[in-house]
Structures are given as structure tokens and as C-alpha cells.
């Protein structure tokens, strides 16, 4: 596929200003053809060999060759056509492809690496008596417009419960899981301008959490004040 696409877009331009420099000399070559057309025909249509006059031949000769010509470029612009659009297609698939594929490993990392921190943090915790494992999700877990990237918050969420259980009662699991975060606002503004002002006009207080405040939810549940709290996503 990219031999197909280095090779579409170098010959393209090769084929285009070919195609410029024949239109701008064709005049020329056309009234030259015409003139020695004329100067052989010219002694056949005195011997009488030649029916009508040299002009009406070459007029009648002209018109089937310009529909041969709007012919070839018809078939050649449809073959054209064809190809340029079955290379895009497969271009733009092949994107596609790579992207999701992108996309689904990196929440896939996301998954694998939340689980490896756990694995390898809760066994000092469990000799110690007393562990606590805070998980970062998303609110995009609890929506559906979010595709894979929701799929792996809600994954986390599950994982989240299941060491609740599989670790107590010397580790408490518990994770965090907040939406927009206000400090990340003005790198949304980019894609959609009015985008702050909508979540915003959504949320009870007009305002959205910080990261300070997030980080202190992830603190409290930490400290003493949580002991009794494992398996909850805030």
C-alpha cells in the first residue's frame, strides 16, 4: 500500500505537467499536421483521386478522430477515476485500521499497567497488615459514547472491585473516577469552542473539579477517615 501511494503521488504530478505541456504546443503541431496533410492531398484531389476538396477531407477526417479522441478519454479518465479512488479507499482504511488499533492498545495498556501496579504492590501491603490502592478511571465508564476508551474506565472499575475483594481485609481497593477536569478546558477549545460553556451549564455548581481536588479525594481515601470504605468508585 505505500509503494501504491508514493507511486500515485509522484507520478500524478509527472502525468499533469506532461499533460499542460502538450495542450499549450498542440496548436502549433496541429496547424503544421494540417499544412503537410494539405500539400499531399493537394495533388490528389487535381487528379480527381480524391473526393471533394483537400479542406472538406481533412474537416470530415477531423471530426471521427475527435470522437475516437473524446472516446480513449473517456475510457482513460474512467480508468483514472477508478484508480484514484480504489487507492484512496484503501488509504483511508488502512488509517482507520492503524488508529484503532492504536487506540485499543494504549487503553489496553491502560488496563494491564493498573493491574501490574496492584500485583506488585499488594504483597508488601499484606505482610504489612494494611494497604490501600487507589485506581484513576473516567466518568466516561458510565456513558456510552465513548468506545474503547470507555470500555477500558469501566474495565478499571471492575478490576477495582474485584482486588476489594481478592485483597481484604488487609487492603482496601477503592478508585476515582472524575469527569472534565477544569484545567483541561482550554485544550478542548481547539476542537470545540463552546465546549467549556456546556459542561459547565451541566454541573449543579457551575464549575467543574480541579486537579488539587481530585488529588485530595485520592488522599482522603488513603487516610483513616475511609478505613471502612473499599470497592467504591468516586
Do not use: H
Not at 477495582?160 to 477503592?174: F, M, Q, S
Not at 459547565?200 to 477517615?225: D, H, K, N, Q
Request: charged share 20%.
Amino acid at each position: 500500500a505505500g509503494v501504491v501511494l508514493v507511486a500515485f503521488l509522484v507520478l500524478i504530478p509527472i502525468l499533469v505537467i506532461q499533460l499542460v505541456s502538450f495542450v499549450q504546443s498542440a496548436p502549433e503541431i496541429v496547424r503544421g499536421a494540417r499544412t503537410s496533410l494539405e500539400n499531399l492531398l493537394q495533388p490528389l484531389a487535381d487528379s480527381g483521386l480524391l473526393r471533394g476538396t483537400p479542406d472538406e477531407f481533412i474537416k470530415e477526417l477531423e471530426g471521427d478522430l475527435l470522437g475516437l479522441a473524446r472516446s480513449v478519454g473517456r475510457n482513460i479518465l474512467g480508468g483514472l477515476v477508478s484508480f484514484v479512488s480504489g487507492t484512496v479507499s484503501l488509504v483511508l482504511s488502512l488509517f482507520g485500521v492503524l488508529f484503532v488499533a492504536v487506540y485499543l492498545l494504549a487503553n489496553v495498556r491502560k488496563i494491564k499497567a493498573t493491574y501490574l501496579m496492584a500485583r506488585a504492590t499488594a504483597p508488601g501491603m499484606r505482610r504489612e497488615g494494611w494497604g490501600r490502592i487507589v485506581n484513576v478511571s473516567a466518568s466516561s465508564a458510565f456513558v456510552r459514547n465513548r468506545s474503547i476508551y470507555g470500555l477500558a474506565n469501566a474495565a478499571i472499575i471492575t478490576l477495582t472491585e474485584e482486588l476489594a475483594v481478592e485483597l481484604a481485609p488487609e487492603v482496601n481497593g477503592n478508585a476515582v473516577a472524575p469527569g472534565q477536569i477544569q484545567e483541561s478546558l482550554e485544550e478542548l477549545k481547539d476542537y470545540v469552542p463552546d465546549w467549556a460553556d456546556q459542561v459547565i451549564a451541566a454541573t449543579p455548581r457551575r464549575r467543574l473539579a480541579t486537579r488539587g481536588e481530585v488529588a485530595g479525594i485520592v488522599a482522603m481515601l488513603c487516610g483513616p477517615v475511609f478505613d471502612a470504605v473499599t470497592g467504591v468508585t468516586l
